[in-house]
Structures are given as C-alpha cells and as structure tokens.
C-alpha cells in the first residue's frame, strides 16, 4: 500500500474493477514502446556509471524475480505469498546475513480469506554494526501484495516488491562495508490488509524496543511517471531527523523532497499512516518513510517490473544507502533525541 488515505481491508476493489477496464488494454498496445518510454522521460537527474548500471541490472534482476507472476501477487497466506518469502530468505542465505534468532521467519496471524491460510510471516535478518552495542535501525519493506483477483495477477512490483529488494541490496552493500550500528531488516507481511507485520514488530521486536533509534520504510521506490521526485516523509514529526536527511539528499543523483508528512501544505496526501512506518510512529519510534508519487499502476494488476527503469530505482537505493549510513553516523544523537521526544 500506500494510499493516499488509509483504507479499509481490501477498499481497493472498486477503485480498481473501473480502471482495469481503460488501463490494461491501453497498457497491452503500448508494451513495445514501454521500456523506450522509461528510458525517454528519464529525469535529468539520474546518471549513469558502472557502478550504477550494475546496482540497476542487479535490482531489476530480484525485482522481476519477486515480481513474477509465479508469485501469485504475494497475497497474505497464499502459497504465493509464502514463495515470496522463501526467495527472500534464499537471498539472505546466499548473501551471508543471518536472522536474528533461530529463523528467518517470524510468524503472524493474519485475516481469514477464502483460499488462504491465516498464518503468514515476517522474515527478519540482521547486518552487525562494528560497535557491537548500542542503538539499532530498522530498515523496512512489505513482501505482500494484493494477490490475485479474478483473472488478474497483481504483481506489485512497485508495492511493494521495490521496497523488498531494496533491501536485499541494502543488506549486501552494509555486509561488504558494514555500518556502526546494528541494522535490523525487516520484510513485513499484511501490509496491504492492515499492517499486521509491522504491528506485530513493534509489540514484540527482537530487540528491546528501546534500542530502536529508528525506523527507514521503503515501499514504492522505483517508478518515476510520478514526476521523478523521491519523497521522504517523517522529518515533521521528527526535525532533528532533516539536516541528517538533508546531507544525504544533496549528493543524491534522484531530486529529493520533503513533505506528505502534514496535514496541510503543497505535498498536501499525508502519508503518515499509510505503510509500515506508521507501526513505529505510534509506538514513538522515529521513523523516515521513502517513497514516490502515485503512478498509473498503483493497485493494479499493471503493475510489474518490466514498467521500471532500472537506472531510476538504481538512484533511488542509492539515496536510501546514503541516508541510512548518514544516520548511522549519527546515531548517538538520534537515539537521544528519539528519547527526549517520547
Ligand atoms: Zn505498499
């Protein structure tokens, strides 16, 4: 998810049974011409590198993986979305992060629906900091999505499958040149049918809660139709959070904004409460949410990886990798800050 508001349980039917009529076929003419068009209206921004274009190839790579229609859109307790999971921990496993307690997946109840299980799971991992101590970060995705509906698989390749390989990245950058501090990866299951993963996280988190200085959340971090802005929600609720924020947003090669944090203003969709992050914000724990524009494909079941530009997700993860070891480098102060406030 990550609507403009927040929805009731699967509110998103409707909305989509009136737009799937007018956007898929439009989308089925234009599938030639896609990967031009993404590459055509690429922001002026995003550059390119070795480096880049290897990060690009690598995302994409994991992205049509997770976003694949074997997958089954990931709904909550579907054996689709159980696949989701298990590529998730294959991953980790090859990467050499190891979960935090004796597994990878941490159980969660979720809602009865026809044809699903109601035991889902958080898959939960950890990179240690070289302090060995002290305050951690939680750096966040949800691994579901809407599953499927009728004829229609819902991908979610942008919702949440960006996000989730995002971190997997994340993960591998902060294992080859680890970070101070602990940081927790966390997948989050039932997103998408009311954050039940990241609520059920933050009542029973692996770590004391206190020692959670704070929460990154990603979900939908790879399209750019939006206008090619990456929005960072949160440094209103948590201001000393912005110069943090603000050192790592002026090297980024993706225009970064601020905002969708307040009731009122130009970014006036306040996206305070709709994803995870908002699991952290009300137990108090700051949060940093990273996301972009709604896009054409937003809950619908066009929403696959072949519509994104690896180059822009590229820049993207490249931000998320920079503020997070800017706010590692910082950390100590954050962490009393995160105190002051609560
Ligand atoms: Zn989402």
Redesign the pocket.
Known sequence: ??SRAPTPDFGWTERTAAAQRTVVPFMARAAAIAVWLAFASLPAHAQTSPAADALGTQLLKRLTALAHDSMEGRGAGTPGGARGRAYIEQELRALGVAPIGASYQVPVRVRARPGADTLGANVVARVPGRLGTGPALVLSA?HD?LGVRGDSVYN?AD??AS?SVALLSLAEAFKRQPLDHDVIFAWFEA??SGMLGSRAFVEKPPVPVEQIAVNVNL??VSRHEGGGTLWVAGTSHYPFLLSIAESAAAKATVPVRFGHDTPGGSASDNWTSS?DHASFHRAKIPFLYLGVEDHPDYHKPGDDASKVDPRFFASTVSFAEALVRALDAKLGEVHKSRSVSR
Do not use: A, C, L, Y
Request: charged residues 45%; proline residues 0%.
């Open positions: 998810m990550r949800h999505h979610g919702d949440d996000g997103e998408e979900d939908m994803s």
